[in-house]
């Protein structure tokens, strides 16, 4: 129920807030799936969230992020139901176990590989650790592309945000895993931004 209320005002307010167009929203699959994006924009994880409207999966969805989110008095509390938080500066494998978890049980999880906000005019290498959720949680990858923002609330800046086409990651044979990781991850974000590519819409 607390989900609930935090999914209809969020959804307000966004609205109110932004212009937002959704392509392809029926290609996110139910059940399981990894849902990840570029990221650029403090209001990203919540615009994929309440954009992506799975009937009532909005309460099988968490977020995975940065540890430091985690240390934040009453907003940590208010978040921490729907949280997967990792040690970005270690192996944090009891995240990485906990999301499989996740994938498995038949929830969604929303996480940016790039690990932190890139500008529009930065290159950072995604984290591979995506690669390696996908493959042991046997859950899809669904590639969602979001506009540039670094506008506040109720700048009414349009906003498109497209969801791609699922797919299955696959360990390539004659690649060592780290490789393997490497390409899969490198195929993830090259297919991210070529949605931010006007006939992809």
């Known amino acids: 129920m607390l989900y609930k209320i935090y999914y209809w005002i969020f959804w307000l307010v966004f609205r109110l807030s932004y212009n937002i167009t959704v392509y392809g929203r029926e290609k996110v699959p139910l059940g399981a799936a990894l849902l990840c994006g570029n990221h650029t924009s403090m209001a990203d994880p919540l615009i994929v969230a309440l954009e992506m409207k799975r009937g009532k999966e909005y309460n099988r969805t968490k977020f995975m992020a940065k540890i430091e989110l985690s240390r934040i008095p009453v907003i940590s509390r208010l978040i921490r139901s729907v949280m997967i938080y990792i040690d970005r500066g270690n192996a944090d494998m009891g995240a ?15 996480i940016f590989p790039e690990g932190t906000r890139v500008g529009a005019d930065e290159n950072v290498q995604a984290k591979t650790g995506v690669a390696m959720m996908a493959l042991r949680g046997g859950a899809p990858i669904v590639p969602v592309y979001i506009t540039p923002c670094s506008k506040p609330l109720l700048s009414r800046r349009k906003i498109d ?18 490789e393997a990781y490497r390409k899969i991850t490198d195929d993830l974000m090259e297919r991210i931004h070529m949605l931010g590519e006007v006939p992809a819409k």
Do not use: Q
């Open 96 to 110: 990485i176990k906990e999301t499989i978890k996740h994938l498995k049980d038949g929830g969604k999880i929303i």
């Open 161 to 178: 945000v497209v969801f791609g086409e699922p797919f299955m990651a696959e360990k390539e044979k004659g690649l060592s895993t780290a």
